[in-house]
């Protein structure tokens, strides 16, 4: 989505921006966590970790102490002030930007402090660490550092700085201090972006910006009981597909859905899918609104590329498309199609 159609995204703001991290390990299992059945959002569906941005934490020029003390990567040039600032957002991204690294939230604080490609993972990294305990930690060269040669022993008591970072998001920050390492920004690599559609009964709306990580192995989850079920699953895409299909008590959201549709055969190896994400990643987003198309019988979710879908979709009405006027057998001949048929 460019031009005309990115400036009207951001133009009359209702919604939050908001960051989430596709986890993948070894059988090229997806990490899916349960929300919680009194959530207000997509309440007891599936869905990966992640959550709200908050500019004062994820974007906070508290941040740049840390960098520049741990050195390399210029992680103290991820900054608006600095120099070099395109050749530094190039790291991440070096094509097409959607609404949410341009001109969302992420990217309108005043004065920025961080790139938005940085202030987004930093969410995305905080909010999966709140939710289910993972901490993806970096040496200064942006270099994993592996979990088990830190994150043992009781004087770290990882349970209690994920409720202090519950609380307090400041706490994130402390706590990469006290390890002397840095967020694991350069694990997660631009996968896609989506904006929740205003038709939804829910009046909670988000521009999320979905990361990929990829994991030599799984880990012990910790879960968030104030927003998950308790329950969470390491499945193949392909087996969360199928039983989002056979059990009407397994839900998905629907960019989770999605995400995992496109994740289904993507690749034969963790290794092959993480190449091609650090690929993909480099060639950016564009944001996906889904706008609801009614016909004589069906009704279906349309998404860019889609040949019905309009070339100025409106982010605000919530009204849907009228294709009653076309006949359903020629809706679903249409080409090119890029939609979820209800």
């Not at 004065?111 to 305990?133: H, K, N, W, Y």
């Not at 400041?170 to 990469?176: D, N, Q």
């Not at 840095?182 to 829910?202: F, I, K, V």
Request: net charge negative; aromatic share 10%; hydrophobic share 45%.
């Amino acid at each position: 989505m460019k031009g005309a159609s990115a400036a009207a995204a951001t133009a009359a703001r209702s919604w939050r921006d908001s960051a989430s991290l596709i986890l993948v390990t070894e059988g090229l299992r997806v990490l899916l966590l349960k929300r919680a059945a009194k959530s207000s959002f997509f309440a007891n569906a599936r869905v990966f970790p992640g959550g709200a941005f908050d500019p004062g934490v994820d974007a906070s020029a508290d941040w740049l102490p840390l960098f520049r003390a741990n050195g390399g990567r210029s992680f103290a040039a991820w900054h608006p002030g600095a120099d070099g600032l395109a050749a530094q957002a190039a790291q991440f991204a070096s094509a097409r930007r959607a609404p949410i690294f341009e001109s969302g939230a992420a990217a309108s604080v005043a004065p920025l402090a961080l790139l938005p490609e940085v202030a987004l993972r930093i969410c995305a990294l905080r909010e999966t660490f709140e939710e289910c305990g993972l901490l993806l930690a970096a040496d200064g060269d942006g270099n994993r550092v592996p979990h088990d040669t830190w994150a043992s022993g009781p004087e770290l008591r990882l349970a209690e700085w994920q409720s202090a970072v519950k609380q307090d998001g400041r706490e994130f920050l402390r706590l990469f201090s006290s390890l002397g390492l840095c967020p694991d920004l350069h694990s997660l690599y631009e996968w896609s972006n989506w904006l929740t559609p205003s038709t939804l009964s829910s009046p909670r709306r988000f521009d999320t910006a979905f990361f990929l990580c990829c994991l030599p192995a799984a880990f012990q989850v910790r879960l968030d009981l104030a927003e998950m079920s308790g329950e969470h699953d390491w499945l193949p895409p392909v087996e969360a597909i199928d039983r989002f299909h056979s059990e009407p008590a397994f839900s998905l959201s629907p960019p989770t859905l999605y995400e995992l549709a496109k994740l289904a055969g993507q690749a034969d190896s963790l290794q092959s899918l993480e190449a091609f994400a650090k690929h993909r990643g480099r060639l950016g987003t564009e944001l996906y609104f889904p706008v609801l198309g009614v016909g004589q019988r069906l009704a279906f979710t349309m998404h860019p590329g889609d040949c019905r879908y309009p070339a100025s979709p409106d982010f605000n009405s919530g009204r849907h498309v009228d294709l009653g006027g076309i006949g359903d057998d020629q809706l679903m001949r249409d080409r090119p199609a890029n939609r979820i048929v209800h």
